[in-house]
RNA sequence: GAGCCCGUAGCUCAGCCGGUAGAGCACGUGACUUUUAAUCAUGGGGUCGUGGGUUCGAGUCCCACCGGGCUCACCA
């Protein structure tokens, strides 16, 4: 039997098929058959584009791994997060979104860290992305350590797993140029040598290896002399695929996850990491994320939805759901996935507390809060909310309280201040998403001489006027213009039209449905709603 | 060419270690509100892509096939 909690919690997660427990079993096998040691996860970025939704991704879903390794492990196993920046990389294009282009332009072809930052922030570009995708993954609270590829370069902590690579160069080459197109063949090489006249990355072929000395020989591209560089120190970059070998080589990575997209890359490096005498890590391909259509989202198309956009309209918890859920499966990201997703989220919480301790460890909850979810009751959902901020035209939130203290008056931001941050997050997607799809009809002669004796039996009405009396002014007004003599008042007097009502949506909120007129008017405020009378007014054909 | 994902209600999807099919939306009906949103109650609707196999029993496991789609094969 288990003596502690923690022994416990590890037996239950020893069957636990959540799939961060899945990952991280293999995890257990693999340091069992070496014998110990710190289990390394790696995420691996490229640092000249900012960070995006597939890195909260990558990083949110390896801190569930890790954290499911911790609790199976019972924290007797040292682990840590590596976040890795590629940012020696050379400089490829200007990218668009930047100030200072053309000096950008002048050192093409440079590592990221040798190019001057075009905000004037950093020392320099590298630096920049660098501080930038150190503050996005902290705004989020993740738990890792930062590694720069030119510091480590530099510093000489890959040296020798580079002359490593440089010993086993035939082997590299073996593996490497089979996936290679015939012209590309003949110019590749593992060693990128950073020249020493311009600084730049250099993509040419070495024409000697010198293994003894630890250097390359190439001919320089712009004077045509012989130039011998050191593999080691930072004079040489690896390419890509040789790079992310050596890394794994080199520091012990145990653990890195890749896109589907990535697959034969994944192969190549592992192969290349085993050439190197060391053993490849874990890890596993998770599914693209994709667009309305099912294609891949990519920066450069600008398809899918960015993170800015999910953090716009929905909290980060809901974003890690979307990243919890069946890993392995396409995943399609655009705005229509948001709201379900936030109300999944409350309702796995929910459910949470009522579960057994077996249970919860398949909660996503417990993955996303790592193992310590809140606890949060909802009174309404935000599918609800969303329809509410919709229906009432809500461009405050005191108008999406007004409502909601009317459902339940004991409600109020300061006692509920999570669905407070809903209520923010709904009249946003209603602002941004929903406001600019409305159709305003232009209204007809009658319909304009009846929102005028609106606007005046509104503006006749007591300050501080209630829903009921509201009511009972749209009704004589509805009652003149649009009566409905099949249908009498309960005062026995003629009804009034559907179509009274109906109008008055179409022309006021650009909608064929919305609450009950007395009552929003009344929330919404009376001047207003004759302010939107007067825009209905305003509008004209053409 | 290689690899991967998907095929379950009209739509979007969930179905955990195999045990008589579920949710949301949509639709129907009813309650409440002198109309309308919301809310609540309730109902209809599925040969689980096809064909085999394993099994007492298959949406679930295995094999084959069909269909839809994506990714990679230049760089990261």
Redesign the pocket.
Same mark, same amino acid.
């Given at each position: 039997m288990p003596t502690t909690a923690a022994a416990a919690l590890s037996d239950l997660a020893a069957?636990a098929?959540a799939w961060p427990f899945e990952e991280a079993k293999k995890l257990v096998a693999r340091v069992e058959k070496r014998g110990g040691g710190t289990v390394l996860f790696e995420t691996g970025y490229?640092p000249?584009g900012l960070p995006h939704i597939g890195t909260f991704g990558e990083v949110a879903r390896t801190t569930m791994v890790r954290h499911a390794f911790r609790v199976l492990t019972e924290d007797r196993i040292p682990t840590r997060l590596l976040c890795f920046s590629?940012d020696m990389?050379g400089l490829?294009k200007v990218p668009d979104n930047v100030p200072n282009r053309e000096m950008l332009a002048g050192h093409l072809g440079k590592p990221l860290t040798e190019v001057p930052d075009p905000f004037g922030e950093h020392a320099s570009f590298g630096a920049h992305n660098n501080a930038r995708l150190r503050s996005f993954l902290d705004t989020f609270g993740f738990e890792y350590e930062f590694a720069s590829a030119t510091e480590y370069y530099r510093s000489g902590r890959f040296d020798q797993t580079l002359l490593k690579v440089l010993a086993a160069y035939d082997e590299v080459m073996a593996i490497m140029l089979p996936?290679?197109?015939a012209e590309?063949q003949a110019s590749?090489s593992p060693f990128?040598p950073i020249s020493p006249t311009t600084g730049a990355v250099l993509q040419v072929p070495l024409v000697e290896r010198k293994v003894e000395a630890g250097t390359v020989v190439y001919r320089d591209p712009d004077t045509g002399v012989l130039v011998e560089v050191p593999v080691t120190g930072g004079h040489c970059k690896l390419?890509?695929?040789p790079?992310w070998a050596m890394r794994w080589a080199a520091l012990g990575v145990d653990y890195e996850m890749a896109g589907?997209?990535?697959?034969?890359?994944v192969k190549l490096s592992a192969r290349i990491c085993s050439a190197l005498g060391a053993p490849p890590p874990d890890g596993f391909?998770y599914?693209?994320f /994709?667009d309305e $259509?099912?294609?891949?989202i990519s920066k450069s198309k600008g398809n899918g939805l960015t993170i800015d956009d999910w953090l716009a309209y929905a909290s980060p918890e809901s974003l890690s759901l979307f990243m919890f859920?069946?890993p392995?499966?396409?995943k399609?990201l655009f705005f229509d996935v948001i709201p379900?997703n936030v109300d999944d989220y409350y309702t796995f919480l929910a459910k949470y507390h009522e579960e057994s301790p077996a249970q919860r460890l398949?909660n996503p909850v417990w993955h996303i809060h790592t193992g310590t979810p809140p606890t949060l009751d909802l009174p309404v959902?935000f599918? /609800?909310l969303l $329809?509410?901020a919709s229906?009432s035209n809500a461009d405050d939130r005191a108008v999406l309280w007004g409502?909601l203290k009317r459902?339940d008056a004991a409600l109020s931001p300061e006692n509920h201040p999570e669905l407070d941050r809903l209520v923010g997050y709904a009249i946003r997607y209603f602002h941004d998403r929903v406001a600019p799809t409305k159709r305003f009809r232009v209204p007809e002669e009658t319909e304009r001489q009846a929102l005028a004796a609106l606007d005046a039996a509104l503006a006749a009405l007591p300050a501080g006027a209630d829903a009921e009396a509201i009511?009972?002014a749209?009704?004589e007004v509805g009652r003149a213009v649009f009566p409905d003599t099949a249908?009498p008042?309960?005062d026995g007097r003629p009804?009034?039209s559907?179509a009274?009502?109906a109008t008055l949506?179409q022309l006021l909120l650009g909608q064929e449905?919305?609450?009950?007129?007395?009552?929003f008017a009344a929330i919404y405020g009376v001047p207003e709603t004759r302010a939107l009378i007067a825009t209905a007014l305003a509008r004209t054909d053409g």
């Open positions: 069957t098929r490229g000249s590629d990389d490829r996936s290679l197109r590309r590749y990128l390419q890509w695929k790079d589907k997209d990535l697959i034969d890359s391909n599914e693209l /994709l $259509n099912g294609e891949k859920q069946k392995r499966s396409g399609k379900r398949e959902s599918a /609800l $329809n509410l229906a409502f459902q009511q009972a749209v009704y249908k008042g309960p009804g009034v559907l009274w009502f949506y449905r919305g609450p009950r007129f007395g009552s």
